[in-house]
């Protein structure tokens, strides 16, 4: 054998080599793009996750055991690593005030937030009361017939990522 066919030789088996390691690669490539694509409908472009945040209406697409959940229509989120949580004040009534028995008192406050507020819940003793979803955020109470109770009233804001700050005060009836 001359160096010619010991060369054409060589070369044929290092092609060889070269082809049985590589075809596997770019299989497996086109296995992960597919992985990848499998969802019909294209990938939000931007990532969503708040652990604290349940979601009243989720869409769910689901593909073998990975769940994907997307948020609420017309509820695009600004900032998904959003921490700061929204701020919440009562205006009225006022910490400490005396409301009358048996009589409808307004509860209200002001929320702000960095993205957005979501609600404001009114909670009396702990029950919730009332739910708004806009400003202003009132809510009507009727005082029970009970003179001399103390109540704890809270107003618990939330923005749209979830996070949530609440501010409490106390009212007695007479």
């Given at each position: 054998?001359?160096?010619?066919?010991?060369?054409?030789?060589?070369?044929?088996?290092?092609?060889?080599?070269?082809?049985?390691?590589?075809?596997?690669?770019?299989?497996?490539?086109?296995?992960?793009?597919?992985?990848?694509?499998?969802?019909?409908?294209?990938?939000?472009?931007?990532?969503?996750?708040?652990?604290?945040?349940?979601?009243?209406?989720?869409?769910?697409?689901?593909?073998?055991?990975?769940?994907?959940?997307?948020?609420?229509?017309?509820?695009?989120?600004?900032?998904?690593?959003?921490?700061?949580?929204?701020?919440?004040?009562?205006?009225?009534?006022q910490n400490g005030s005396q409301v009358q028995v048996n009589t409808s008192v307004t509860l209200s406050a002001t929320a702000t937030d960095n993205i957005g507020v979501s609600k404001v819940e009114f909670l009396v003793n702990g029950n919730v009361l009332c739910v708004t979803k806009s400003s202003p955020y009132t809510c009507v109470w009727q005082v029970?017939?009970?003179?001399?109770?103390?109540?704890?009233?809270?107003?618990?804001?939330?923005?749209?990522?979830?996070?949530?700050?609440?501010?409490?005060?106390?009212?007695?009836?007479?």
């Amino acid at each position: 054998m001359n160096n010619r066919n010991l060369l054409l030789l060589f070369s044929v088996g290092a092609i060889v080599v070269v082809l049985a390691v590589l075809v596997p690669v770019l299989q497996q490539k086109q296995v992960l793009r597919q992985q990848a694509q499998g969802l019909s409908q294209p990938l939000p472009t931007q990532a969503y996750r708040n652990p604290f945040f349940p979601p009243t209406n989720p869409a769910e697409t689901t593909n073998g055991n990975v769940t994907v959940t997307l948020p609420p229509e017309g509820k695009a989120y600004q900032a998904p690593n959003d921490t700061i949580p929204p701020t919440v004040t009562f205006t009225s009534p006022q910490n400490g005030s005396q409301v009358q028995v048996n009589t409808s008192v307004t509860l209200s406050a002001t929320a702000t937030d960095n993205i957005g507020v979501s609600k404001v819940e009114f909670l009396v003793n702990g029950n919730v009361l009332c739910v708004t979803k806009s400003s202003p955020y009132t809510c009507v109470w009727q005082v029970p017939f009970q003179a001399n109770a103390t109540y704890v009233i809270i107003a618990r804001a939330y923005d749209l990522t979830g996070n949530l700050t609440s501010q409490s005060i106390i009212v007695h009836s007479q």
